[in-house]
């Protein structure tokens, strides 16, 4: 089933009342692709917005500042942080009980959940997806292996959502900048907002 709506999305981020049945198509999400990358016709958002594979929040556990630096961020409107159910399914899995509860802190307190773009066999909670069809995207992001199904669906969202998708996974970084993601490390988000993650390791 086809919408008539030439639409990229029937809904957004912001709109979690509604559930739209079907994600947007693989056309469709290049399409939007091509218009935000048009110099005359530049996707500018009101404020930055990203969204969190779970490594993302690992080095802001130890150290001092970081997260305070973005939660500032979020509450001062210049940056908006969105998740999915796949960031917190991996870390409800972290082996640690005392990591996986300050990690889930973490990511509660300074995003929103989002519905994943696309629904995938043994890796999609029914409640929290939607359908997609006609994607072309997301096997390149899957590169051709289950094994990266969770990688593909957080950074297929974030291609969805028009979020620039924060990881710190070299190769699931590779794959999403092929098919025309923004990806950045933390340090680089952080880097935005006047914090160098580097400078504070030492």
């Keep these: 089933m086809r919408r008539a709506s030439a639409k990229v999305r029937e809904t957004s981020a912001q709109d979690l009342a509604y559930?739209?049945?079907?994600?947007?198509?693989?056309?469709?999400?290049?399409?939007?692709?091509?218009?935000?990358?048009?110099?005359?016709?530049?996707?500018?958002?009101?404020?930055?917005?990203?969204?969190?594979?779970?490594?993302?929040?690992?080095?802001?556990?130890?150290?001092?500042?970081a997260y305070e630096t973005l939660e500032q961020?979020?509450?001062?409107?210049?940056?908006?942080?969105?998740y999915t159910h796949v960031t917190v399914d991996e870390i409800a899995s972290t082996p640690?009980?005392?990591?996986?509860?300050?990690?889930?802190?973490?990511l509660v307190f300074l995003g929103r959940p989002v519905y994943t773009s696309v629904t995938v066999a043994?890796?999609?909670?029914?409640?929290?997806?939607?359908?997609?069809?006609?994607?072309?995207?997301?096997?390149?992001l899957r590169s051709g292996s289950i094994g990266h199904s969770r990688d593909a669906v957080i950074?297929?969202?974030?291609l969805t959502e028009q979020c620039a998708l924060?990881?710190?996974?070299?190769?699931?970084?590779?794959?999403?900048?092929?098919?025309?993601?923004?990806?950045?490390?933390t340090a680089d988000l952080l880097a935005e907002f006047g914090f160098e993650l580097n400078n504070q390791k030492g």
């Design 19 to 65: 559930r739209p049945a079907l994600g947007p198509t693989g056309s469709e999400l290049r399409a939007a692709i091509a218009l935000r990358e048009e110099p005359g016709l530049l996707y500018r958002p009101a404020m930055r917005r990203v969204l969190l594979d779970s490594n993302a929040l690992d080095p802001m556990l130890n150290v001092p500042s």
């Design 96 to 106: 640690d009980l005392e990591k996986r509860q300050w990690l889930l802190n973490l």
């Design 73 to 82: 961020a979020v509450n001062s409107g210049r940056l908006e942080v969105f």
């Design 122 to 140: 043994d890796v999609s909670r029914l409640n929290f997806c939607r359908l997609s069809d006609d994607d072309d995207i997301f096997e390149p």
């Design 166 to 185: 924060i990881t710190n996974e070299k190769r699931l970084a590779a794959r999403a900048r092929d098919q025309g993601a923004e990806v950045l490390t």
């Design 155 to 158: 950074a297929h969202t974030a």
